[in-house]
């Protein structure tokens, strides 16, 4: 049963959202995408996040934790320091206030606002195209940085990352990786003496990002970055690419599955002692080896969509909006896919990756055409006569599977 695409949000005035980040897509795949660091000059981001916007974020938009840390020194300051509650009518005491930031700001210490692509709807627009180019899921962080102060020291992420400098100059130090293609299991802290003992050497890059810069590194490369003259704001799209260890988690699941691998071991075995372990350890290995090589990719696939498809959200929409749209609905009413959401179909279902939608046999062609994209008028749908559209596009719409187009 194959994964159907997913439409992604239309492009914005900048075109592509992977072409404005890289350039040539086709040259960054070949020469840097996983292999090496890119740095891009010129453009703007001022679309998707300015100083502005960032005031707007920490006075009006009732921001809480974790959507924003605080750095300073290196290290992470307690949320206590910035944080408070939220008045008369609402029990909430984690609300971020202006005052306490701006007592921060004046200290030095460095703004991490988190998770923008939930929040901030221009990143909500951008990191969902952005993904849909990549074929994975991406999310923004933004840090601001008062002239002169650094944020973190050295250190390497576990996935790979895009930074638009937006506002202001900040200098970036690279080095290469000390450990490559780190996992998400496997952070910076484990490797620190070799980190800290790298980053004294000589820089791959040695570079200060000024407006409209975008700087590319894959997972594991060593980094440090410091404002310099004024105040500097950047975004940082980090981009959760799948491994092939994804692909070991799964069949490690489908091995779970097998009578052999989940049989005891006999009485009084002392796993520590590597001669009583031999003989157990290479029946294992062998069992474990039959069980991946009657692997089915239909199964695989099914166990991966559970991380796959709930790394990110689809587009956001209007729930009383589109109930009203519901309620409303004609033949000649307009819907498309919802951009953004993974789905599967199967004979009579689509399968999401919290639930499975059924309906009826005679429905199925209609179905197909609703899902294709990018937009159908109800009273088109094939094989289905106009009430029947009408309650199956008025289910898919309460399912937001589709979207008014």
């Known amino acids: 049963m194959p994964d159907r695409p997913d439409h992604g949000a239309a492009s914005g005035p900048h075109g592509s959202a992977l072409r404005r980040c890289v350039g040539d897509p086709a040259e960054f795949e070949h020469t840097h995408w996983g292999r090496l660091p890119l740095l891009r000059r010129g453009g703007g981001h001022g679309d998707l996040l300015d100083l502005a916007a960032v005031d707007e974020l920490l006075s009006e938009r009732g921001l809480r934790t974790p959507f924003l840390r605080v750095a300073s020194e290196g290290a992470v300051v307690s949320a206590k320091n910035f944080t408070g509650g939220a008045g008369l009518g609402a029990e909430v005491s984690d609300q971020v206030r202006d005052d306490k930031v701006l007592a921060q700001l004046a200290a030095g210490a460095t703004l991490i606002f988190q998770g923008l692509h939930r929040i901030w709807p221009p990143l909500q627009a951008f990191c969902l195209e952005l993904a849909r180019e990549l074929g994975c899921a991406v999310q923004a962080n933004a840090y601001l940085t008062p002239a002169g102060n650094q944020g973190f020291a050295t250190h390497y992420d576990t996935h790979d990352v895009f930074v ?66 004024r105040t500097s704001l950047h975004i940082t799209l980090g981009l959760r690419r799948p491994t092939r260890y994804s692909i070991v988690e799964s069949l ?154």
């Open 164 to 229: 638009l400098q937006v506002a202001g100059v900040k200098h970036w130090q690279v080095h290469e990786p000390v450990y490559p293609d780190p996992l998400e299991r496997q952070p910076w802290g484990g490797h620190a003496d070799e980190v800290t003992a790298s980053a004294t050497g000589a820089p791959y890059l040695d570079h200060v990002l000024a407006e409209g810069d975008v700087l590319y590194l894959p997972r594991g490369w060593l980094h440090s970055a410091a404002a310099v003259d």
């Open 252 to 405: 490690l699941g489908l091995a779970a599955e097998d009578p052999e691998l989940r049989a005891g071991l006999p009485l009084g075995l002392d796993l520590t002692d590597p001669a009583a372990l031999a003989p157990h350890l290479a029946a294992t290995v062998q069992a474990l080896q039959d069980a991946v090589a009657k692997a089915d990719p239909d199964d695989v696939a099914r166990r991966l969509r559970a991380g796959q498809w709930t790394a990110h959200r689809p587009a956001p929409i209007g729930p009383v909006a589109q109930a009203a749209f519901a309620e409303a609905l004609t033949a000649d009413s307009r819907v498309r896919p919802r951009p953004g959401l993974h789905l599967a179909l199967g004979r009579q279902r689509v399968e999401l990756a919290d639930r499975t939608v059924s309906y009826p046999d005679e429905c199925d062609q209609a179905v197909q055409a609703l899902l294709a994209g990018p937009a159908v008028r109800v009273g088109d749908l094939p094989g289905l006569d106009e009430q029947s559209q009408l309650v199956l596009v008025r289910r898919m719409l309460r399912e937001a599977i589709v979207v008014p187009a």
